[in-house]
């Protein structure tokens, strides 16, 4: 297990975390997700320790909050030390009571928010606190400077966002450096070999601002398992025929599948580990979260950090799931082609 630097902190973090959205799901979408009990989420907890994951990941929503909770008796069940472990969680759905303030961004539900993910979790402090997608009735000011409070009052060691566009991320980092404000640190979002659109905004801001990217659904909700197919589409019994999500398009999802396949065989691993073992060639990516409902599927991702793709199997992944060209990308590239080509002849002499 590799561990890389948490965005531009002095944090470092196992490149694969631990999800545990699969935690204590009782009925509805939670439960098509994930209903494993205490013992269950122990055993996964402790093999991902075990196996050098030192970042687990939750949220106050995952399961009404059962999935907080169970984190948090497994670190005790466990007698994990607390320095050893990076726990984050998030805030910004729907929580408690459910009244007309138990949602959102606003200082309100944040201050309120993280006294009850900390009395769930059985801690005194987060390491990370993420904001789990954008809202659009609290100004980004407002968020940001409670986040900071937290900062300050050692409930909370960095912040960081989930699900926002890259104009809403800049801002909030421009509203941060003006204010001397703690800034988001890292960033939560969807990013698979089939699904490459944050490369169109939104990585380049995270490089250009130094931002981490933790990946979540590195396997598109399973259909990059490897188990299906053009020929082999999702049982009624699969997570992805009762929650399809996220959303895909199936012929390049499929086109990558049709690449990956051989790689796999060659190698005598999953398909879904070259999946996971594409992203971790990435150099946006910091982190990629791995849920898991039984042993052998974490295992299973957890070898994915073995898998060295050559060259040439980029470049084949690379062309099965390019993206298409958009304005203003193609006209970017265009005007800044001969200005990329002197910096090349610059660097040669």
């Not at 009735?137 to 409930?155: H, K, P």
């Amino acid at each position: 297990m590799r561990y890389r630097k948490f965005g531009r902190t002095g944090l470092f973090v196992s490149e694969l975390c631990l999800g545990t959205m699969t935690f204590g799901g009782q009925d509805g979408m939670w439960r098509q997700i994930g209903d494993l009990g205490q013992a269950e989420a122990d055993r996964l907890v402790g093999q991902a320790l075990e196996q050098g994951i030192n970042f687990i990941d939750t949220a106050d929503i995952y399961s009404d909050g059962r999935s907080e909770t169970m984190v948090g008796r497994a670190l005790r069940n466990l007698s994990v030390p607390r320095e050893n472990v990076v726990i984050a969680t998030k805030v910004h759905g729907e929580t408690g009571t459910k009244g007309p303030n138990s949602r959102g961004l606003s200082r309100y539900h944040i201050m309120n928010g993280i006294k009850a993910s900390l009395e769930r979790l059985q801690l005194d402090h987060v390491d990370l606190y993420q904001v789990h997608g954008f809202d659009p009735a609290t100004s980004i000011e407002e968020t940001v400077m409670a986040l900071d409070s937290l900062v300050r009052q050692g409930l909370v060691r960095y912040v960081g966002v989930s699900n926002w566009a890259a104009w809403q991320i800049m801002k909030a980092l421009g509203i941060s450096r003006e204010r001397g404000l703690a800034r988001f640190e890292s960033l939560q979002a969807y990013y698979t070999v089939a699904g490459r659109d944050l490369e169109r905004e939104v990585v380049p801001c995270l490089q250009s601002e130094d931002v981490g990217l933790m990946v979540w659904s590195p396997l598109a909700g399973g259909l990059l398992s490897g188990k299906y197919g053009r020929q082999s589409q999702p049982q009624e019994e699969s997570r992805r025929r009762s929650f399809d999500f996220p959303p895909v398009d199936l012929e390049r999802a499929y086109d990558c599948i049709d690449a990956m396949r051989p790689m796999a065989e060659k190698r005598k691993v999953s398909v879904a580990q070259i999946a996971l073992a594409w992203l971790l060639h990435q150099p946006v990516v910091t982190s990629v979260i791995i849920g898991a409902r039984r042993m052998d599927q974490l295992q299973d991702n957890i070898a994915a950090t073995d898998i060295a793709l050559d060259t040439d199997e980029l470049a084949r992944l690379d062309a099965a799931s390019r993206l298409p060209a958009e304005y203003p990308g193609w006209m970017i590239d265009r005007l800044g082609a001969y200005r990329r080509a002197q910096m090349q002849e610059t660097t040669e002499t």
